[in-house]
C-alpha cells in the first residue's frame, strides 16, 4: 500500500514551501493548484504565448526560481495537479478536490493537509462598485502578469496600500499609465509609523522605484484621496472622487480598487493541528503577511507538521523571527494608512451576489447574528459565499462576521456529472 | 493561426495559455452580464474568489473565466443562460 499523502492546496509561495519542505523530509505530497502553473498572485508567470515579460522586483524573481528549485528537486516525491481546485471537505471528511482539465472529482486518503490558498483582497464600498469596469487592484495585477498587456483605456486607481502604486507603476511601464492613484490614507500625519517602515529595507527600496516610475510618467499620487461613486457613462466609467474638501468627477474606462488583504477563510475547514488527519493553514491563507513572509509560513507549517508525525522535533526560530517582522512591517503599514470607515450611501450595494443594499443591512438588528444576517438580510448567500461582503459587513459593525459552521461545500462551481463519478483510491 | 471561442455567439480570438477574462477583456467585452441581468457579470478579482467573472459554458459546468484557460471552440455566454440558447 503506497504510503498516504500530506495534501497542499495551493501553490503560491506559501504551499509551494510547505511541499518543497515536506518533500525534502521524505514524504509523500499532493500538490493541488487551481490554475494551470504554479506561482500564486504574486509570481503569476506570463501565459506560455506572451513573451513582453512586465517589470517585477528581482527579490521575488529569485525567490520563486529557489522555490522552483526545490520543488524539482524533490519532484519524485510531489504529485502536482494543476487546474484543481479544492471544493471543500464533504460530511465523511473527504478532502474533495476537482481536477478541471479532466472533469475529475477526486479524494484521496490522507495524511495531513496544509491549507495555503492565499488572500483576498478587501475593498471599502460605495455606490458603484459593484459595476463592469470595476476591478481589484491585484486582479487587475494578476491579468498584466499574464498578459503584458495593460488595460486600454483610462485607469484609475483607489482605495488603500502600497499595490495601488505597484501596479500603478507596472501599468506606466507597460505603456497605460493611470490617470491618477487616490490613496485613501494621510500617511503623513503617522510620522512614527512611517520612520519605522523606512527601517525595512526591501518593500522601501521598492517603493522607491514605484515612486520614480509614477514621477516620470506624470501620475498624479493624491493623499487622503477617495472615490465616492461610481455610474455607467458611454462604455466606461463616470467617477465622483473627494480630495480633502474638493469633489470632482473623472471619466475612465476602468476602476482599479484595494483596501487592503484579509486571509481567504472562506468555506476553508478550521485548523486542527492535533487531529486524526491534521489540518495547518499557511501563508497569506493564515494571516495575511505578505510574499517574503508566505514563503517561511509554509515552511513553519510544514516543520510543525513533521513535529507532530514525529519526524521532527525542531520549530524554526528563524522563521518565527522573520514572521514576526513582517507581522511588525503590517502593523506599521496600518497605523501609517489608518483612516476612518465611512458610512455607505443607502443604495451602495453591499452583497454584490444577492443585490442587496447598505439600507436592507441597516434594517436588521444591531446585535443580528450571523445566522440572521445570511438568512433574514440574505447577505452572504450567494455564489462568492460572502468572500467580500463578509469583510465589508463586519468593517461596517466593527465586529467579524463569524464564519458558518461547518463550512460549506462546494466552494467553487463544479459539475454534478463530475461530482456523481467521484473517484476514491481503493485502499478506503 | 488566430484561435477562437465564442462569447453569446460571436467569435472572440485569444493567444496560447490566455484565460477567458484576458481575452474578453481584450476584446472591450467588459460587462459579462445579459442585457436585464443587473448587475452585469464582470472580472473582479482576478483569483477565482468573487465568483463575479462566472460564465456559462455549453455541455459542461459553468467556469470563472479568470481562472480557466481558453479552449478553440469553446462556447461561452453569460450567465445565468445555463443551458439555455447561449450557444
Known amino acids: 500500500m503506497c504510503e498516504a499523502p500530506i495534501l497542499v492546496v495551493g501553490g503560491g509561495p506559501a504551499g509551494a514551501s510547505a511541499a518543497a519542505s515536506l518533500a525534502e523530509a521524505g514524504l509523500p505530497v499532493l500538490l493541488i493548484e487551481q490554475r494551470d502553473q504554479l506561482g500564486g498572485a504574486i509570481h503569476r508567470l506570463p501565459a506560455p504565448g506572451n513573451a513582453s515579460h512586465i517589470w517585477r522586483p528581482a527579490r521575488h524573481r529569485r525567490n520563486w526560481a529557489r522555490l522552483t528549485a526545490r520543488l524539482q528537486a524533490a519532484a519524485g516525491r510531489i504529485e502536482t495537479h494543476t487546474q484543481t481546485v479544492f471544493l471543500g471537505v464533504d460530511g465523511q471528511d473527504r478532502f474533495l478536490l476537482d481536477d478541471r482539465s479532466k472533469g475529475l472529482v477526486f479524494t484521496r486518503r490522507l495524511r495531513a493537509a496544509i491549507i495555503a490558498v492565499g488572500a483576498v483582497e478587501t475593498i471599502r464600498p460605495f455606490s458603484g462598485w459593484e459595476l463592469p469596469g470595476v476591478m481589484t487592484a491585484g486582479g487587475a495585477q494578476v491579468l498584466l502578469k499574464e498578459t503584458g498587456r495593460p488595460l486600454e483605456g483610462p485607469i484609475l486607481i483607489a482605495g488603500s496600500g502600497p499595490l495601488l502604486p505597484a501596479i500603478a507603476a507596472q501599468l506606466a511601464k507597460a505603456g497605460n499609465p493611470p490617470v491618477a492613484v487616490l490613496e485613501r490614507g494621510r500617511p503623513w500625519n503617522a510620522p512614527g509609523a512611517l520612520a519605522r517602515l523606512a527601517l525595512s529595507w526591501a518593500p522601501m527600496s521598492e517603493a522607491a522605484t514605484y515612486a520614480a516610475t509614477l514621477a516620470r510618467s506624470r501620475v498624479p499620487y493624491r493623499c487622503g484621496a477617495t472615490v465616492t461613486q461610481a455610474e455607467p457613462d458611454g462604455d466606461g466609467l463616470k467617477v465622483g472622487i473627494r480630495i480633502g474638501e474638493v469633489q470632482e468627477f473623472l471619466h475612465v474606462r476602468h476602476l482599479l480598487i484595494h483596501d487592503g488583504i484579509e486571509p481567504n477563510r472562506t468555506g476553508i475547514p478550521f485548523p486542527e493541528p492535533d487531529a486524526d488527519v491534521p489540518v495547518l493553514l499557511a501563508g497569506d491563507g493564515r494571516e495575511a503577511l505578505g510574499a517574503d513572509a508566505a514563503i517561511l509560513d509554509g515552511h513553519r507549517a510544514a516543520m510543525q507538521l513533521l513535529t507532530r508525525l514525529g519526524r521532527a522535533n525542531r520549530a524554526a526560530a528563524s522563521d518565527e523571527r522573520g514572521l514576526q517582522r513582517a507581522r511588525d512591517f503590517q502593523a506599521n503599514l496600518a497605523r501609517a494608512l489608518h483612516s476612518e470607515p465611512v458610512v455607505p450611501a443607502p443604495e451602495t450595494v453591499i452583497c454584490r451576489c444577492e443585490g442587496r443594499i447598505y439600507a436592507d443591512l441597516a434594517t436588521l438588528a444591531e446585535d443580528a447574528s450571523a445566522r440572521e444576517i445570511r438568512l433574514m438580510g440574505r447577505f452572504g448567500l450567494g455564489a462568492c459565499q460572502g468572500r467580500f461582503c463578509g469583510p465589508m459587513i463586519a468593517a461596517l459593525r466593527g465586529q467579524p462576521l463569524p464564519v458558518t459552521t461547518p463550512p460549506r461545500w462546494p466552494l467553487r462551481p463544479v459539475s454534478v456529472a463530475a461530482l456523481a463519478r467521484l473517484t476514491t483510491d481503493e485502499t478506503e | ?87
Open chain 2, 1 to 87: 493561426m488566430t484561435s477562437y471561442f465564442s462569447w453569446n455567439g460571436n467569435p472572440v480570438a485569444f493567444q496560447p495559455g490566455e484565460t477567458i477574462a484576458a481575452a474578453l477583456l481584450r476584446a472591450g467585452i467588459i460587462d459579462l452580464g445579459q442585457p436585464l441581468n443587473t448587475p452585469g457579470g464582470r472580472v473582479f478579482c482576478g483569483i477565482g474568489a468573487c465568483q463575479g467573472c462566472v460564465v456559462a459554458v455549453a455541455d459542461a459546468a459553468p467556469v470563472e473565466a479568470c481562472l480557466t484557460p481558453a479552449r478553440d471552440g469553446l462556447r461561452l455566454g453569460s450567465l445565468p443562460a445555463v443551458g439555455a440558447d447561449h450557444v
